[in-house]
């Protein structure tokens, strides 16, 4: 059995590491908080967009665009959005597995990572990076997504790829988040909201639609990767509050394991002590 | 009076900046200048930096857009705007300023310019001027 000096050691110092997970917990929270009304704000935004290319797609179903066309290239770009810091659970390693598990090969894939923890997890594992938007994470705004879309969207032009991917963790609620694949050029959109979009009204389009659609679709990328981006950070900030919160509880129940275990030998080192004084006080009368 | 407004939306990534019923609607598009009434015909449209004139019943309310499109459906009409800004929210120093960069970046004429990118810039700043006069 452990002597007391070591339990009562082992003790102080899981209480201490308790004390800063507990203290992670509280600021995940408080952060979780921020990035949920964010998040919440932006959804309307998203929807209305969502709807609007829905229905402009209905209606182009005969355009040859180049943003609705399959491209020649194999190349396949995925934006991948982590976190910069660790300690959230499973949250960075899900995006990774989420990358490493698809269909797309590691020689196809080109990375065009946001958070370095899966920046790092994909680079040992040998795939290829583009340019890094690690920074934007901390706090993601309208213009960062901007930088993002446009080049990733100059790339698909020069045809150095032929689709775009983009991989986050959606933001269920607080306690359910799913990491997400998405593909976002060429554009595929649900049939059934295409067609349920379409069927009552007849949409006019100024400029035409063509004309239309090389202007609407970047837009509408734009919104996808800063609401992907927006839900990441709500994500990250839940996983690491749970994380925290299960760490809390396990150092809560070592320490009383712990305690136990100090306090069964501190018991068996009196008796042992008190055996002794009898056996010796014996020995003398 | 009260059967001639229309629902007006303008939506921004950041959050719903405006929603309120209006008599008439009035906004600058790639193709130009557009004021929607009641009942107008379905149309979705891409906006041009401008200013947005909302007409309630009462009063007339102005705000500046950078950049999105707009969607008319006779009894609604969304504006979903990358940017839009109250004409209190904006800084006039800091658009004059921005006026002055875009001018010199245009008149200087250096072979890496991004003239579309240049003269939205000036167009932005521009606008936020015209708002406040």
Known sequence: MASMRDIKRRKTSISSTQQITKAMKLVSTVKLQKAKNRAEQTNPYFNYMYQTVCSMLAKAGEIQHPYLMESESEKKAIIMITSNRGLAGGYNSNVVKLITGSDISLDDAVIYPVGHKGEEALLRKGYTMASDYSDVIDAPTYEDALAISREVLDAYAAGEIGEIYLAYTHFKNTVSHEPTLLKLLPVEVDEEDVAGSSSDILMNFEPNEEEALDLIIPKYITSLIYGALVEAVASENGARMQAMDSATSNAEEMISDLSLKYNRARQSSITQELTEIIAGAEAIS | ?133
């Open chain 2, 1 to 133: 009076m009260a059967d001639n407004l229309f629902t007006v939306e303008i939506i921004t990534p950041d959050r719903i900046f405006y929603h309120g019923e209006a008599s008439m609607v009035e906004f600058n598009t790639v193709e130009g200048e557009i004021g929607i009434l009641k009942d107008h015909i379905p149309l979705t449209t891409v906006l041009a930096p401008g200013i947005v004139t909302i007409s309630e019943e009462n009063e007339s309310k102005k705000a500046v857009v950078h950049a999105g499109f707009a969607e008319v459906l006779g009894d609604k009409v969304t504006l979903l705007a990358e940017i839009a800004e109250w004409p209190d929210e904006i800084d006039l120093d800091r658009a004059k300023r921005a006026e002055e960069r875009a001018r010199e970046r245009l008149s200087k004429r250096s072979a890496d310019l991004d003239v579309t990118r240049a003269e939205l810039a000036l167009k932005k700043a521009l606008v936020r001027q015209d708002v406040l006069v």
